[in-house]
């Protein structure tokens, strides 16, 4: 995945979180994920695994091709 990519799956996840009205902890807590970890995924500098994606959708109350511009 190009950085690029990381950086506007970042600003989705940011902006469906901030939708969402949870904090980086809540949505880390309710996804099953740590919270620094999800932190970092957020800040764009790791790309999920598709496991803890997963997650963090389902947590977001999302679809993920809200997240992923397919």
Known sequence: ???NSRKAIAQRLYDARK???LTQVALAKK???NDNYYAR???GEVSPTLEKFEKI???LD???SKIIDF
């Open 1 to 3: 995945m190009s950085v």
């Open 19 to 21: 939708y969402s009205g």
């Open 31 to 33: 996804a099953g994920v």
């Open 41 to 43: 995924v957020e800040r």
């Open 57 to 59: 959708v389902k947590a």
């Open 62 to 64: 999302t679809k993920s």
